[in-house]
């Protein structure tokens, strides 16, 4: 979405509020392309007391695999987009505001992306007790045990035939 930012720079109180999506289908992530779905934004664009601010929520789910059994899984994903957006920056640095440049043409698909890529989890779960793969014979561990005998170390061995008997 290509906004014209100049009546928000300078309208006191301009609210815009923003329902769309994000086509990501195209994007790669960890040597996929797990974004199936639009990414759908929810929030607003507003100038208040002269401050102009992008609060919005992405809502997305990827297809990716279980890091662990490597299952395919629908992960669901949200983050927050918050951003002050100015015209021009003064002396002082400030990683706060984001400075935009072609104010006619602000971008916020850019944005969008550019904080999703920034936020997204490096790894996926399908779930928090996920046994993962035998790294032996590589059974899924979450359908029951495989018959791989175990080399236990032999102090354990010993506390193990305890514990059995
Ligand atoms: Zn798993
Ligand atoms: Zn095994």
């Known amino acids: 979405m290509i906004i014209d930012l100049e009546p928000f720079l300078n309208v006191e109180g301009l609210v815009k509020e923003l329902d769309y999506t994000v086509d990501l289908s195209g994007e790669e992530f960890l040597g996929g392309k797990p974004f199936n779905a639009p990414v759908s934004v929810k929030g607003i664009l507003s100038n208040h007391s002269g401050i102009v601010t992008v609060d919005a929520d992405a809502d997305f789910t990827m ?8 299952k395919p899984i629908d992960f669901p994903y949200d983050i927050a987009i ?51 793969l035998c790294p032996k014979c590589g059974k899924d561990l979450n359908d029951g045990p495989c018959s791989c005998r175990k080399e236990i170390d032999p102090r354990l061995a010993a506390l193990t035939q305890l514990l059995d008997n």
């Open 63 to 70: 297809s990716v695999c279980c890091d662990r059994c490597a």
């Open 82 to 132: 918050n951003h002050t957006l100015v015209a021009s920056l003064n002396d002082e640095e400030n990683d706060d505001l984001l400075l935009v440049e072609d104010i006619k043409n602000f971008n916020l698909d850019e944005l969008v992306t550019d904080d999703i890529f920034l936020n997204l989890p490096s790894k996926f779960l399908c779930s928090e007790d996920c046994k993962g």
